[in-house]
């Protein structure tokens, strides 16, 4: 089964406005992170925004947000104020164990959405 | 800031070849982890190393192998290369032992291309 879904293939947006990219995961572990990835047309992959299980409050970094809504097991990231750099593929992540588990770190990807701002 | 180091860049193989991918993670990072990311794919994990030891396996196939150095570098070692290999591999190292906010930051991958 599927652990992490993200079911927009492709997204588009103007510039300066915002944009959420959705992603619902499935765990029976009470302990777990949850990321997103950014991946530009050069291939890079780079770290967004974190979100642990745990946490009370939703994480924001600058103009990331992450949504999260742990009884509906969703994490959909928020970007405000869309740049015309913010294009490209964004990749939502699960990391299970987080609390002394034993999945020793390694991630599972979603399929990725790919987000396109117009000007 | 150091980052993850991956060489080569790009690599071109013919089918039956073998190929090594090089790591060096970030200074003080003691994990590296291994991904697979094929043409249109999401990343797959393929393994991973805690001080110098195998900490997990994902789909790795048996014509893979790994191991992690004393200086914590990480060589990926593909035989008998096939078409299907070609793929984005990327390394990722992370410092679990920093807290349980630990990030995974990836390098620029090495594209291997199988002719």
């Known amino acids: 089964a599927q652990k992490i879904t993200q079911t927009q293939p492709g997204m588009f947006v103007q510039e300066k406005e915002a944009v959420t990219l959705d992603c619902t995961y499935d765990?029976?572990?009470?302990?777990?992170?949850l990321f997103w990835y950014k991946q530009p047309s050069s291939g890079e992959m780079i770290f967004l925004i974190y979100q642990g299980s745990y946490d009370q409050q939703n994480a924001t970094e600058g103009r990331y947000s992450l949504n999260f809504q742990k009884a509906r097991k969703s994490a959909n990231l928020v970007i405000s104020a869309s740049q015309l750099g913010d294009s490209a593929m964004y990749f939502c992540?699960?990391?299970?164990?987080?609390?002394?588990?034993?999945?020793?770190?390694?991630?599972?990807f979603g399929q990725g959405t790919i987000l396109t701002v117009h000007p | 800031a150091a980052g993850v180091i991956q060489s080569p860049r790009h690599l071109i193989k013919e089918k039956r070849e073998t190929a090594t991918l090089k790591c060096y993670p970030i200074p003080r990072h003691d994990t590296v982890y291994w991904y697979q990311q094929g043409p249109g794919q999401d990343p797959q994990f393929l393994i991973s190393f805690y001080e110098k030891m195998q900490s997990d396996k994902g789909s790795i196939p048996d014509r893979f192998s790994a191991q992690q150095f004393s200086d914590y570098h990480s060589e990926l070692n593909m035989s008998s290369l096939e078409l299907g290999d070609s793929a984005l591999y990327f390394c990722a190292s992370s410092a679990p032992s920093s807290g349980i906010n630990y990030e995974q930051y990836f390098g620029p991958g090495t594209r291997l291309t199988v002719t």
């Open positions: 765990t029976s572990d009470p302990s777990y992170g």
């Open positions: 992540a699960m990391r299970e164990g987080d609390a002394g588990g034993t999945s020793y770190g390694k991630l599972t």
